[in-house]
């Protein structure tokens, strides 16, 4: 099992900026895929997007394309979702997950993470 954290949430203004972590502990080294998903009030929940464990592709919805960035540090078993030019509608709680290989679907994703919440006001 794969426990998650998450950090970094917070309040932010439109076209801010703000870095999430997602910090791993237990059986890391099962971790294929970490993947990051939101849930905005009154929605479903909807994938970010995800990065490769050992090799560090990434892949995007097309929401965030171009404006969040997926890292990781492989060392300190943590993965960063650095969100830019954030826009009203990025609102909502933001989860980091892991899976056995690369999907979107949040089914799935087996370990997840408590969640940080993230608002951006206009």
């Known amino acids: 099992q794969v426990q998650l954290v998450e950090s970094g949430g917070g309040l932010v203004q439109a076209g801010g900026s703000l870095r999430l972590s997602c910090a791993a502990s237990?059986?890391?080294?099962?971790?294929?895929?970490m993947g990051w998903f939101r849930q905005a009030p009154g929605k479903e929940s909807e994938f970010v997007g995800a990065?490769?464990?050992?090799?560090?592709?990434?892949a995007y919805a097309d929401a965030v394309k171009g404006r969040f960035i997926i890292s990781k540090d492989y060392v300190k078993n943590t993965a960063y979702l650095q969100m830019n030019s954030l826009k009203p509608e990025d609102t909502g709680v933001y989860y980091c997950?892991?899976?056995?290989?690369?999907?979107?679907?949040?089914?799935?994703?087996?370990?997840w993470g408590q969640g940080t919440q993230v608002t951006v006001s206009s």
């Open positions: 237990g059986r890391t080294f099962s971790i294929y895929v």
């Open positions: 997950a892991t899976a056995q290989e690369p999907t979107i679907h949040r089914s799935e994703y087996d370990s």
């Open positions: 990065i490769n464990w050992s090799g560090g592709n990434t």
